[in-house]
């Protein structure tokens, strides 16, 4: 079974300063990585996604993560937060595709809060 | 942009009511998927579908159907609602197995 944990309920950073937002995966096969944002009152939204290829990827509004494969990491990083980051994030995975395999799962959320 | 409504965003039920949520994606998607997300347990799935008329249990099945007649249109049926089914409802969708998938914007649903 696959499983996502994501270490942290809350994370707390100086507007500006650098931010990380840890996730750990445990998949059969190669991973599929995602990490989407939840703004109040809101659905998911899309941030990025890991399938193959080059290690970091980078994706909406100044967001990238990077794929540790040794570690089981998938942390979600910025270089200078804003306060309008503030919001909760989710990293999911999926496994190898395959009949039936269409299922994300989904870490708990990590409640980043971004003060000015 | 792909677009995914669902019917309501605040829905106030009884106990032992049947309770219809509706989902509707406008870019032709294959799969369509229905979470509940709780506060500390994140997202879990209830069903996905995979093609019209075809279904598959999630995580947590229990308690809830669904039906998917047409492509762009996949509902979730509370068969007999309960309070523990007071939850946030998200409904997704995506094109292939390897695509991220897109949110609506939720249905906050309490039980009474």
């Known amino acids: 079974a696959q499983s996502v944990a994501q270490p942290e309920d809350q994370v707390n950073v100086a507007e500006g300063n650098p931010l990380t937002v840890k996730c750990t995966y445990s998949?059969?096969?190669?991973?599929?990585l995602f990490w989407y944002v939840q703004y109040p009152n809101r659905g998911l939204q899309f941030l990025l996604k890991?399938?193959?290829?080059?290690?970091l990827v980078k994706g909406s509004y100044g967001f990238e993560a990077e794929f540790n494969k040794s570690q089981t990491s998938f942390h979600l990083k910025k270089p200078s937060a804003l306060v309008s980051d503030s919001a909760l994030y989710f990293c999911?995975?999926?496994?190898?595709?395959?009949?039936?395999?269409?299922?994300?799962?989904f870490g708990k959320g990590t409640k980043l809060s971004v003060i000015p | 942009d792909v677009k995914v409504t669902q019917s309501s965003r605040y829905l106030v039920k009884r106990t032992g009511e049947k309770v219809f949520l509706e989902c509707v994606q406008d870019?032709?998607?294959?799969?369509m998927f229905w979470y509940r997300q709780d506060p500390g347990l994140g997202l879990r799935l209830i069903y996905f579908?995979?093609?019209?008329?075809?279904?598959e249990k999630g995580d947590i099945p229990e308690g809830y159907s669904v039906s998917r007649e047409k492509k762009e249109r996949f509902s979730l049926i509370l068969e007999s609602a309960s309070t523990n089914q007071t939850s946030m409802y998200l409904c997704?969708?995506?094109?292939?197995?390897?695509?991220?998938?897109?949110f609506g914007p939720g249905t906050r649903l309490t039980v009474l």
């Open positions: 997704a969708s995506s094109l292939g197995n390897l695509v991220e998938q897109f």
């Open positions: 998949v059969s096969g190669n991973p599929y």
């Open positions: 890991y399938i193959t290829g080059d290690n």
């Open positions: 999911a995975v999926r496994g190898l595709p395959g009949a039936g395999s269409y299922q994300l799962t």
């Open positions: 870019m032709d998607h294959e799969n």
């Open positions: 579908s995979y093609d019209v008329k075809m279904k």
